[in-house]
């Protein structure tokens, strides 16, 4: 190849690498300022699931963790599938001609009642399962179930006041 081919070739090369290396850039960018345009997220919906809690474990008691987790999952399946269908039920009752709000109060509350039976059971397992760690990682558990349940133990407002907005990336 003739000096002049090589620097052509050499010309058209460093352009294509300018090129993508100026998209790889443009991308990085516009993905950071999607990200700060994106309005926080709402309280509840940045929460992590219960099962995590026991992410600080060490590996055999964060796999008995997770065990004991799915156990009781599929011990209370029923009692939250029969809750769901119930609470189908009551809001398609709404839809009907003859709607009458005194069984679909009494559906969602019977619906209420089971969800709230099934926690009942997890979180009994969760603190007997607590029982069998040290005293160490008893602290990290409580520690992992406090960001899970964060939402649950923060203390409402008082009467008149507004609630606290989480600060931005939690």
């Known amino acids: ?35 700060e345009m994106r309005p926080p997220a709402l309280a509840g919906q940045n929460r992590t699931p219960l099962w995590r809690a026991g ?13 004991m987790f799915r ?6 399946r029923e009692a939250i599938r029969e809750s769901r269908a119930i609470r189908r039920e009551a809001i398609a009752a709404m839809e009907q001609p003859d709607y009458d709000a005194k069984a679909a109060i009494d559906k969602m509350n019977r619906a209420r009642q089971l969800d709230s039976q099934a926690r009942s059971q997890v979180e009994a397992r969760m603190l007997e399962f607590a029982a069998t760690l040290t005293p160490d990682e008893r602290e990290l558990l409580a520690q992992g179930l406090r960001r899970a349940m964060a939402g ?3 203390e409402p407002p008082a009467r008149g006041e507004r609630a606290p907005t989480p600060p931005a990336g939690k």
């Open 1 to 35: 190849m003739k000096p002049r081919g090589l620097i052509i070739a050499l010309v058209v090369s460093v352009a294509i690498n300018l090129f993508l290396a100026g998209l790889i850039v443009g991308g990085v960018v516009v993905a950071r300022r999607a990200t």
């Open 55 to 67: 992410d600080e474990l060490p590996f055999p008691k964060r796999r008995a963790f997770r065990q």
């Open 71 to 76: 156990q009781a999952g599929l011990d209370t």
């Open 152 to 154: 649950q133990l923060r």
